[in-house]
């Protein structure tokens, strides 16, 4: 039970920084900020792998799953702003 916790927080911190990173806001806040942590950490681990990457906190390895992050915000600002200008 402590390790999802803790996964929830790591998730919505790496979210959080990632949208900070971009200066995007990532929707529905902190929970939008936990998916996009959760998603991202999938996104980086699949394309940079979990081994040699900096410390493993809450399941998540810091740098690929920050990598994922910001890619993911990345993605959903340039669907959503190409929606917004129709």
Do not use: H, T
């Amino acid at each position: 039970m402590l390790g999802f916790i803790w996964s929830l927080i790591v998730g919505g911190v790496l979210g959080a920084i990632g949208g900070m990173i971009l200066g995007k806001d990532v929707p529905g806040g902190m929970i939008g900020n936990i998916i996009v942590g959760f998603l991202g950490s999938w996104i980086g681990s699949n394309f940079l792998g979990l081994e040699n990457w900096g410390p493993v906190i809450g399941g998540f390895a810091i740098l690929p799953a920050l990598l994922g992050a910001i890619i993911l915000i990345f993605i959903y600002s340039l669907i959503v702003g190409n929606r917004n200008k129709r």
